[in-house]
């Protein structure tokens, strides 16, 4: 998902956050995890039932396996990217790293590669990827965005 706020530096440049699509909220993961969870149980049970001895014990391990899981799935899509986009400077960070780049707008350069499967920007030999998590027509959309604004920005659209 691409957010794009406006700057507040006297309307200059911009502020792109970049997160990864989400296609269910966080009470739906706890929902699916009851319900995966439970059907298993279910199945457990009965095998319990029908003399199965350790069918109760791989419902467990199944269910701690599924929440590490569905854990680990919710925090990758924690993520995000900023990317400010000013009349003095182009600023990358992400969520877990801090700032990643820095650059004056007029120098950084724009490279989509394999039809906009990989966008970086680069600068003083220093480059970085952004939107690597995004769907291929957010990523279009992404390099669209960028060439406007750094071209904006570094003064090229006159």
């Known amino acids: 998902m691409i957010e794009v706020v406006p700057?507040?530096?006297?309307?200059?440049?911009?502020w792109l956050r970049l997160r990864p699509p989400r296609a269910l909220s966080r009470r739906q993961f706890v929902l699916l995890f009851a319900a995966l969870s439970g059907?298993?149980?279910i199945v457990a049970m009965l095998g319990w039932w029908g003399g199965n001895a350790f069918a109760p014990a791989?419902?467990?391990?199944?269910?701690?396996?599924?929440?590490?899981a569905l854990r680990a799935l919710w925090r990758s899509g924690e993520r995000s990217e900023d990317i400010h986009i000013g009349p003095d400077a182009v600023e990358v960070s992400t969520s877990r790293s801090?700032?990643?780049?820095r650059a004056h707008p007029y120098w950084v350069r724009l490279y989509i590669e394999r039809e906009g499967e990989?966008?970086?920007?680069?600068?003083?030999?220093?480059?970085?990827?952004?939107?690597?998590?995004?769907?291929?027509?957010?990523?279009?959309?992404?390099?669209?965005?960028?060439?406007?604004?750094l071209a904006a920005a570094s003064g090229r659209n006159r």
């Open 58 to 68: 791989f419902a467990l391990l199944h269910s701690a396996i599924l929440a590490t």
């Open 98 to 101: 801090g700032a990643v780049f």
């Open 118 to 149: 990989r966008i970086s920007l680069a600068s003083s030999g220093k480059q970085v990827q952004v939107g690597d998590f995004l769907g291929p027509a957010e990523r279009r959309e992404l390099a669209d965005t960028l060439q406007d604004l």
């Open 7 to 14: 700057s507040v530096w006297d309307g200059h440049g911009a």
């Open 39 to 41: 059907a298993m149980w």
